[in-house]
């Protein structure tokens, strides 16, 4: 029930009541620069002694959430509201503002002549003896060393890797590949595909990767001869599925984790229903018998916890780990007073994505705790989120982000391990 | 930065899909992309630190970083109103040259960034091409209406000369020990002249007089527009590529026909570069494609697959082993 007594609270109310009824996105761009929670926060502090905008107060640095809606999440099937393309039109030219920021511009002075230095002039544009060049190539000895490399049949669908291209959609997707060894299959390959290839030159995509990785055993023959089939959590083809149709196009899509198979004959049109069974045939002969606990744990787990502030008690959350975010969502709370006062009623649901993920390590607090190390790229700082919890949740919750993080681990994990690395090192030398 | 610096072998490709590639020469795999936004890349060069790329394009040159996975400029030059179709570099890094279609040349002083000895010169006709003299003192600017201008930097001196009447100039190349020069233009005519070093000042001054031509050669190279021509690094061959869909290496001990690289899906050809060693030559063409070819085999070695747009310029810098 709305408190229609509390200005602050309508104004917020029409304040966003505008800005969800507007689709062009110009009262957003009004009246964000206008600021207006501060403006309420800061006459607020005057007249109220309790917290009035709960939403965006908490911004410190000391390591507490810094709130993402799960509007903003990387979602991007499914049917989206008109407001939350102009969201993302404006993270797009905060982005490109960014760049631009980043970029140092030297324009043209026109030379001033009278002012130029001769024996500056002399010096920088002085003629010198022309000298023989050396005459070995590098190049020249790569392609020695690399003459011997058969070259991938797959090479011509190297083009179809979205890390390499920009602005162009891509998808981001998990093969299991279920020819290899049992051991190495625990490793899906992770392939960033433009959304636009069809499904045959996704094949031969991750065939490409596949053989540029130099992985065991060699594929051999061409894209006909491999098909992908929707991976259980498990990384074992789903046989209850047909294959993906290679004429499809990737885009129309939205799995995250695939299966790569080798089918004994190419796919043809007439028969295709045989050919269904047969290669259905060959996936349950290829079923891994165990795929090891390990691996299950890339599935999305839940678990519930306490999120820590630094000053209010603490508030009641639902951790969810999936292998490619990181959720935290308040439990509902029975309200009473205190909870109105001192507590967050609405924080919002927050989704780290795990690539910002950069540690996860238990703490040596009373009660237990846990410390979830990420990187907050807006305000481009490493932040800390922690969690209390029973010593057995924080070994899962450890346990689980670790391995993920291992396989998953992106640039800037990899960043803030070196970070840490050093800051040991010197803290071990002053000692 | 960079693990290896001089040595290593870097090629980039640009054209009109609004992106530079970044390329592993041996293996034909695609490294990185950069942005060039709202604009074609009419030309690429490697800084002699191998540390930056330098993009010409619509009123700009860009510079990225080479050994980092930043796909925006680091810098941009501006302040030109038209295109920017060549740019370059002093061996030392000193100075960037650019020549534009607002017909000009210009020399942007690299050491500060006050462009302290910055400098320009201006033609009757939109610039098509500049060529940095081996000696470092000399730059060739070569121009719509056909003129070739050589203009002596520490003098300002500069003389003109026409090869041809009515064609368009559309690169000019001398070789690395400054024997030669070559400019192709918009006939597929290709002139070659011998150069003969100035002499040196007398009464003590330091440097030395203008460059002087000799004419050596015309070579009628191709049917159509010529685009590039360029002398391989040990002055063996000239290549010359053109709106015919080929490039044509020429001996340069007689200007005899060596070989085409030519191919069933090659298009223009607007760009070609030698490897250190004179074996392999890449270029790259309008159908999107940069390919390297085996000088000897005339064969395709590698081909570079990924730009969605016409290719129309390349930077390679090979290394020393």
Redesign the interface.
């Known amino acids: 029930m709305a408190f229609y007594d509390n200005k602050y609270w309508i104004l917020s109310h029409v304040r966003n009541s505008f800005l969800y009824s507007d689709d062009t996105g110009m009262c957003e761009m009004i009246l964000q620069n206008a600021d207006i929670p501060k403006k309420i926060r800061e006459e607020g502090k005057k007249l109220w002694f309790g917290n009035l905008d709960d939403s965006e107060e908490e911004f410190d640095d000391d390591g507490r959430i810094h709130t993402r809606s799960l509007g903003n999440g990387n979602d991007d099937f499914g049917t989206r509201r008109r407001r939350l393309n102009t969201v993302v039109r404006l993270e797009k030219m905060r982005k490109e503002q960014q760049a631009a920021a980043m970029i140092s511009t030297i324009r043209w002075k026109e030379p001033d002549l009278t002012n130029l230095d001769q024996g500056e002039k002399t010096k920088i544009f002085q003629k010198k003896e022309v000298v023989a060049q050396n005459s070995k190539s590098a190049l020249s000895k790569l392609m020695a060393e690399h003459a011997s490399d058969p070259d991938s049949p797959f090479i011509e669908y190297a083009k179809f890797d979205g890390n390499s291209q920009l602005r162009a959609p891509t998808r981001t997707i998990r093969i299991f590949l279920s020819m290899q060894s049992a051991e190495d299959r625990n490793f899906p390959m992770t392939v960033c595909v433009v959304a636009s290839a069809k499904v045959s030159e996704l094949i031969g995509l991750v065939c490409y990767k596949y053989s540029h990785e130099k992985r065991e055993p060699p594929l051999t023959g061409s894209v006909d001869n491999y098909a992908l089939f929707i991976a259980e959590d498990d990384g074992s083809p789903d046989a209850d599925f047909p294959c993906l149709e290679p004429k499809e196009v990737v885009g129309k899509f939205g799995f995250t984790s695939l299966a790569l198979v080798r089918s004994v004959n190419p796919p043809k049109e007439a028969k295709k229903d045989v050919e269904t069974n047969t290669t259905v045939d060959q996936l349950n002969t290829e079923k891994p018998e165990e795929r090891g606990a390990v691996l299950e744990s890339t599935d999305y787990h839940s678990f519930k916890g306490f999120l820590l502030h630094k000053v209010r008690p603490n508030t009641e959350i639902t951790l969810g780990i999936s292998w490619d975010q990181v959720e935290i969502k308040p439990c509902p709370t029975s309200r009473s007073v205190t909870t109105l006062l001192w507590s967050r009623p609405n924080l919002k649901p927050t989704r780290l994505p795990i690539e910002v993920i950069v540690d996860c390590v238990p703490m040596q607090t009373l009660p237990a705790s846990v410390a979830i190390m990420y990187y907050d790229t807006d305000k481009r700082k490493w932040r800390r989120l922690r969690i209390e919890c029973d010593s057995k949740t924080i070994e899962q919750v450890v346990a689980k982000l670790k391995f993920i993080l291992e396989i998953r681990g992106g640039l800037y994990r990899q960043e803030y391990l070196h970070h840490m690395s050093y800051v040991n090192k010197k803290a071990s030398l002053i000692r | 930065m960079g693990n290896n610096n001089g040595?290593?072998?870097i090629l980039a490709t640009g054209g009109y899909d609004h992106?530079i590639?970044f390329w592993q020469?041996?293996?034909?795999?695609?490294?990185?992309?950069?942005?060039h936004p709202e604009s074609q890349v009419n030309a690429l060069d490697i800084t002699p630190d191998s540390q930056l790329l330098a993009a010409a394009g619509y009123q700009h040159i860009r510079m990225y970083e080479i050994n980092s996975?930043?796909?925006?400029?680091?810098?941009?030059?501006?302040?030109?109103s038209r295109n920017v179709t060549a740019v370059g570099f002093h061996?030392d890094g000193?100075?960037m040259y650019t020549g534009g279609e607002d017909c000009s040349a210009?020399v942007?002083?690299l050491r500060t960034?006050?462009?302290?000895?910055?400098?320009?010169f201006q033609v009757t006709a939109p610039v098509n091409c500049v060529c940095l003299h081996?000696?470092?003192?000399?730059l060739l600017v070569g121009d719509q209406s056909g003129v070739i201008h050589i203009w002596d930097?520490?003098t300002d001196h500069n003389e003109q000369l026409i090869p041809e009447q009515d064609a368009s100039i559309q690169d000019i190349s001398i070789d690395?020990?400054?024997n030669f020069m070559a400019a192709i233009n918009n006939k597929g005519n290709c002139y070659v002249w011998s150069l003969i070093?100035?002499n040196k000042l007398p009464d003590g001054e330091?440097?030395?007089t203008q460059t002087q031509l000799r004419p050596k050669s015309r070579l009628l190279a191709h049917k159509r527009y010529g685009l590039k021509c360029k002398f391989s690094?040990?002055a063996k061959y000239l290549a010359t590529t053109s709106a015919d869909q080929t490039a044509k290496l020429w001996k340069t001990s007689d200007f005899s026909l060596h070989s085409t690289l030519q191919t069933e899906n090659q298009r223009w050809v607007w760009d070609i570069a030698f490897?250190?060693?004179?074996?392999?030559a890449i270029t790259a063409s309008s159908d999107n494609t940069a390919r390297l070819w085996s000088i000897e085999t005339s064969e395709i070695?590698k081909e570079y697959?990924?730009h969605s747009k016409a290719l129309t310029s390349l930077a390679f810098q090979?290394?020393?082993?």
């Open positions: 040595d290593q072998v992106s590639k020469a041996h293996s034909g795999v695609c490294t990185r992309t950069v942005t996975s930043n796909p925006n400029p680091i810098v941009n030059y501006e302040g030109i061996e000193h100075w210009r942007w002083d960034r006050n462009l302290q000895c910055s400098r320009i081996p000696n470092q003192g000399e930097l520490r690395s020990s400054a070093p100035g330091e440097g030395s690094p040990d490897s250190a060693d004179s074996q392999y070695a697959i990924g090979d290394g020393t082993p």
